[in-house]
């Protein structure tokens, strides 16, 4: 569950792949492609919600990468809640801090 | 990744290395090897020849005669970061050492393969442009004594002839009437730096700045003196208004590095943000 949700906050903040005009992947080493580490996340705090799934004798349901699809959402929105004071209500992911600083700069 | 091929051989003392590097047009200096490998596995540097000088351990030290605070070349950046003397006496070079890459990178990175690559981004060659320092090298034809301020002539270019090997950084002792700091933006996923900006202040007597060197690495072609900003800063008695002016001018006749990680225009801003950061945090240590 910490992977998938380091994987989301991953897509909405660091992971990026960029290219140039010509299609040469510019971001294809870990030196450009920032993947993070323990250094780059927060700490979790997990809960979880039981509920047996109907289709199986057993009900379990598979849980990897529960946390991707909503923890992207859930760092975008508290960026954006961030920058709400500026007007500013959508920003491309990742929110690197070049695009933070240019939204807020376009914005005064 | 598979380097081309090249030979090798161990310098057992500075004279060996010193011999064979001057023996062959085309040969390079292996140190710590954590910036000369990459490149010679991407086949953009193809030396014939690779002289490690990295078991010259007598070249590994950092020593205070009261008057100069000398530092062996093979001094690993985990030392300078780590070592009593260096943290007491040349404060502003170990705080700017602890924010090199990685611990890996540290412990096998050293100060003088760092001056001699001369990476536009690499954090050092600022600390010796701020505090003046000298780079000593050995040729077969002698020692040769370089000042800091015109070493860094461009992007991986210096001005260290082929045939010579750094032995020793000297920086001027530490002095209660200077305050000094270094403050970076990395670039996460290489430890890089985008900005970084060494900055020394200098009270003598009274409360307005009398001296002001700032040093800026990652922003231009090579790393350089904002002599602009070390006007503004003298006679200013330090308040933030006053200090946000002076960082205006980190980039004045500089052309701005712009990448994939910070524009020039993005850059440009961060080094005026970083250069008012670290003037306020040296003033700090200095009042402190």
């Known amino acids: ?108 | 990744m598979i380097p081309a091929a090249f030979d090798y051989e161990v310098a057992d003392s500075v004279a060996h290395a010193v011999q064979l590097l001057g023996s062959n047009d085309d040969a390079k200096l292996l140190a710590g090897g954590h910036s000369l490998l990459p490149l010679l596995k991407l086949r953009v540097v193809r030396p014939s020849l690779l002289v490690d000088v990295g078991r010259l351990t007598e070249l590994s030290y950092i020593r205070n005669d009261g008057e100069t605070i000398t530092i062996g070349a093979l001094t690993r950046h985990h030392d300078l970061a780590t070592d009593a003397l260096a943290r007491e006496h040349a404060p502003l070079l170990s705080a700017a050492a602890t924010q090199i890459g990685d611990p890996q990178v540290r412990h096998r990175g050293t100060i003088g393969g760092s001056v001699s690559h001369g990476d536009p981004a690499s954090d050092l060659p600022a600390v010796l442009l701020a505090l003046d320092a000298e780079i000593v090298a050995r040729s077969k034809r002698g020692e040769h004594v370089y000042g800091a301020d015109g070493f860094f002539t461009g992007a991986f270019t210096t001005a260290l002839a082929d045939d010579e090997l750094v032995t020793e950084i000297r920086l001027p002792g530490p002095r209660d009437d200077a305050g000094s700091a270094y403050a970076a933006m990395s670039q996460k996923a290489s430890g890089y730096s985008i900005v970084g900006v060494a900055a020394v202040v200098i009270k003598e007597g009274g409360s307005a700045i009398t001296k002001a060197a700032i040093a800026l690495t990652g922003v231009g072609e090579a790393p350089y003196r904002a002599r602009a900003v070390e006007t503004a800063l003298v006679g200013n008695e330090g308040t933030a208004e006053s200090i946000a002016a002076a960082a205006a001018h980190a980039t004045d006749g500089v052309t701005v590095n712009g990448d994939i990680h910070a524009d020039s225009e993005y850059r440009t801003a961060m080094a005026a943000v970083y250069t008012r950061r670290a003037i306020a945090a040296a003033l700090g240590r200095l009042a402190g």
């Not at chain 1, 998938?4 to 992971?15: K, N, P």
């Not at chain 1, 509920?51 to 199986?56: C, I, L, Q």
């Not at chain 1, 923890?71 to 933070?100: C, F, K, Q, W």
Request: aromatic residues 6%; glycine residues 10%.
């Open chain 1, 1 to 108: 569950v910490h992977g998938g949700i380091a994987q989301g906050v991953a897509q909405a903040l660091y992971e990026e792949a960029v290219y140039d005009d010509d299609g040469t992947l510019l971001t294809g080493n870990l030196t450009t492609y920032l993947v993070p580490t323990a250094a780059e996340l927060p700490s979790y705090e997990l809960d979880r919600e039981v509920s047996a799934s109907p289709t199986n004798p057993m009900g379990v349901k598979g849980v990897g990468e529960t946390g991707t699809i909503a923890s992207v959402a859930a760092t975008m929105n508290a960026v954006i809640d961030g920058l709400s004071h500026y007007g500013i209500t959508d920003l491309d992911m990742p929110a690197t801090p070049e695009r933070v600083w240019r939204a807020i700069e376009e914005a005064r």
